[in-house]
């Protein structure tokens, strides 16, 4: 079974920075694209960034240049790197990965449980 955990999260002031991680575990064969999501009280679930294996990156408007995602293919980690950090941030953020695990005939989607984040003004 493929689990996918993150860590890093907390209450930071604004302009501070955070550095989240997601660390998938279980029989891996490969993974694809992996994913940040952010989910504020009251709102949608929202893309923040993602990268590919080939570790082709894309960010959403409201976070490009403050944030960066990168990956360990050979550790199977995801980290977002989180800078100037604003209220708005303010979110539970979570991992999602189309992750090829064994006993499986292609990738499938897993998400993280969720790590909070909270920058106060």
């Known amino acids: 079974q493929v689990q996918l955990v993150e860590s890093g999260g907390g209450l930071v002031q604004a302009g501070e920075s955070l550095r989240l991680s997601c660390a998938a575990s279980g029989s891996i064969f490969s993974i694809n694209t992996m994913y940040w999501y952010r989910q504020a009280p009251g709102k949608q679930r929202e893309l923040v960034a993602f990268i590919t294996s080939g570790f082709y990156t894309k960010y959403a408007e409201s976070v490009k240049g403050r944030f960066t995602i990168s990956r360990d293919n050979a550790k199977n980690t995801l980290v977002l790197q989180m800078n100037s950090l604003k209220p708005e941030d303010t979110a539970v953020y979570y991992c999602?990965?189309?992750?090829?695990?064994?006993?499986?005939?292609?990738?499938?989607?897993?998400w993280g449980q969720g790590t909070q984040v909270t920058v106060s003004s």
């Open positions: 999602n990965a189309e992750v090829w695990a064994a006993g499986y005939p292609s990738a499938r989607d897993y």
